[in-house]
């Protein structure tokens, strides 16, 4: 057994892994294939490491790719992450990113925890337990993943007070729920229809129209776009982005919290940003779910820089949006040089998606290659792995999710495949 485990050491797998593969070749494998069936479970075990692959679905913010592709390199050093260099004393550890964010989106005061659906939970549990929170029948959607608002509103202990209808809801219907003593509201939130659309007999209210009812308005956006206008882009906004909200004009139209996710259109970590009214957000900061759900130094460090980014409109750098914002032509050129070294592979026009459960329906002009037949398994396969989508009976590879310096690895995957 243990001569076998280590045959099998080129994996780089830790040695009881190995035995482990082993074994179960031992016991599982024909005979005259034990090494064979060894290797392929010490593969196995290597396939299920987390590890680097190629996103070439052309879905921008894929979940089971880990959303929004970051990098953040950080020596092993003591931080400042809850110590005030100016007093000596103990510090917060929402000084440094939460804050940034906070005024990256125009807000007096932010805080972050682990992702978009704790930060709700947050929010309604310190702000409004055991107390009402009015939200639109149309606004009471699942997000994926189980995160269901009628549930998180449960879970927090605040009591969900369901206005209007699924198609319908007008101010008048907010006005009465806040004026019923017995409903004692204490928040009216806004959930960001984020992965689906009502189309036809529909009327909604929109943040700046739930002005003056009296409790405080929490807008749940989801998605994580800072500023509408997109000064991080030279362009402007892209046509594709039209109709999303994002946190600066949300706060502006009267917003007194905002709550959005890390990885999404913001392009950074997972993490769940808090922005808004000072006042509110330290009394969220000092619930003890707030210590439940906090962030590491790890990923505040990395949110710091996305903020330090958006701040300086450097934003446009973020991997997100220049995968994002990266003219056609360009995707083009790339697809004809790949084309021109892959046998069978031909380029073709796509159409990319934002995704992350972000602006459903919504499509963004692309290019890539295509093969006819299933290739999805064997490029899988490759090392790195590359994810591609099979439509209409071909494989498609999107550039648009393809960082660049990545071409010459998916050339190589590419020319690995028995011609298509
Ligand atoms: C994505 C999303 C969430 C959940 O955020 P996570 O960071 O995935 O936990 C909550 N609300 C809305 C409206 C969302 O779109």
């Given at each position: 057994?243990?001569?076998?485990?280590?045959?099998?050491?080129?994996?780089?797998?830790?040695?009881?892994?190995?035995?482990?593969?082993?074994?179960?070749?031992?016991?599982?494998?024909?005979?005259?294939?034990?090494?064979?069936?060894?290797?392929?479970?010490?593969?196995?075990?290597?396939?299920?490491?987390?590890?680097?692959?190629?996103?070439?679905?052309?879905?921008?913010?894929?979940?089971?790719?880990?959303?929004?592709?970051?990098?953040?390199?950080?020596?092993?050093?003591?931080?400042?992450?809850?110590?005030?260099?100016?007093?000596?004393?103990?510090?917060s550890r929402h000084?440094?990113?939460a804050?940034?964010?906070?005024?990256?989106?125009?807000?007096?005061?932010?805080l972050v925890v682990n992702?978009?659906?704790a930060a709700?939970l947050l929010v309604?549990a310190a702000l409004?337990?055991?107390?009402?929170?009015?939200?639109?029948?149309?606004?009471?959607?699942?997000?994926?993943?189980?995160?269901?608002?009628?549930?998180?509103?449960?879970?927090?202990?605040?009591?969900?007070?369901?206005?209007?209808?699924?198609?319908?809801?007008?101010?008048?219907?907010?006005?009465?729920?806040?004026?019923?003593?017995?409903?004692?509201?204490?928040?009216?939130?806004?959930?960001?229809?984020?992965?689906?659309?009502?189309?036809?007999?529909?009327?909604?209210?929109?943040?700046?129209?739930?002005?003056?009812?009296?409790?405080?308005?929490?807008?749940?956006?989801?998605?994580?776009?800072?500023?509408?206008?997109?000064?991080?882009?030279?362009?402007?906004?892209?046509?594709?982005?039209?109709?999303?909200?994002?946190?600066?004009?949300?706060?502006?139209?009267?917003?007194?919290?905002?709550?959005?996710?890390?990885?999404?259109?913001?392009?950074?970590?997972?993490?769940g940003?808090v922005?808004?009214?000072?006042?509110?957000v330290d009394t969220c900061a000092r619930h003890p779910l707030a210590r439940a759900l906090r962030s590491?130094?790890?990923?505040?460090?990395?949110?710091?820089?996305?903020?330090?980014?958006?701040?300086?409109?450097?934003?446009?750098?973020?991997?997100?949006?220049?995968?994002?914002?990266?003219?056609?032509?360009?995707?083009?050129?790339?697809?004809?040089?790949?084309?021109?070294?892959?046998?069978?592979?031909?380029?073709?026009?796509?159409?990319?998606?934002?995704?992350?459960?972000?602006?459903?329906?919504?499509?963004?002009?692309?290019?890539?290659?295509?093969?006819?037949?299933?290739?999805?398994?064997?490029?899988?396969?490759?090392?790195?792995?590359?994810?591609?989508?099979?439509?209409?009976?071909?494989?498609?590879?999107?550039?648009?999710?393809?960082?660049?310096?990545?071409?010459?690895?998916?050339?190589?995957?590419?020319?690995?495949?028995?011609?298509?």
């Open positions: 057994m243990d001569a076998l485990a280590r045959s099998l050491a080129a994996t780089g797998l830790p040695h009881p892994l190995l035995v482990e593969a082993a074994r179960r070749a031992v016991t599982a494998a024909p005979p005259g294939s034990t090494a064979a069936m060894a290797e392929a479970e010490a593969e196995r075990w290597r396939r299920t490491l987390l590890q680097p692959v190629i996103n070439a679905t052309g879905v921008l913010l894929h979940t089971n790719l880990g959303r929004a592709p970051l990098a953040h390199h950080q020596p092993a050093t003591a931080t400042n992450l809850e110590l005030d260099l100016s007093t000596g004393e103990r510090g000084a440094h990113a804050t940034l964010m906070a005024r990256a989106c125009g807000a007096e005061a932010g992702n978009g659906a709700v309604l409004a337990r055991h107390r009402g929170v009015v939200v639109s029948r149309g606004e009471l959607v699942e997000i994926g993943g189980g995160f269901r608002v009628p549930e998180v509103m449960a879970e927090s202990g605040a009591r969900l007070v369901e206005v209007g209808t699924t198609n319908r809801t007008r101010r008048a219907d907010y006005e009465r729920a806040v004026g019923d003593p017995a409903a004692d509201v204490a928040l009216v939130m806004k959930v960001h229809q984020s992965n689906f659309r009502i189309e036809g007999f529909t009327e909604g209210v929109a943040v700046d129209g739930l002005r003056g009812l009296g409790p405080p308005v929490v807008a749940d956006l989801g998605s994580g776009l800072v500023d509408g206008a997109c000064p991080w882009l030279a362009g402007g906004p892209p046509p594709w982005l039209r109709g999303e909200p994002a946190a600066r004009q949300t706060l502006a139209a009267g917003a007194d919290l905002v709550i959005f996710s890390g990885d999404k259109l913001l392009g950074g970590p997972q993490a940003i922005v808004g009214r000072a006042d509110l590491g130094g790890l990923v505040l460090a990395s949110l710091q820089d996305v903020a330090l980014a958006y701040l300086d409109r450097r934003a446009g750098g973020l991997p997100f949006w220049r995968m994002a914002a990266a003219p056609l032509d360009g995707l083009r050129q790339r697809a004809e040089r790949l084309a021109a070294g892959a046998v069978g592979w031909a380029v073709r026009d796509t159409a990319a998606v934002p995704g992350g459960g972000t602006l459903p329906g919504v499509e963004i002009p692309s290019a890539g290659l295509a093969a006819p037949g299933d290739h999805v398994a064997a490029l899988r396969a490759h090392h790195p792995p590359v994810i591609a989508r099979v439509a209409d009976g071909r494989t498609v590879c999107d550039l648009r999710t393809v960082d660049p310096d990545d071409d010459p690895t998916l050339a190589a995957a590419l020319a690995a495949l028995p011609t298509p």
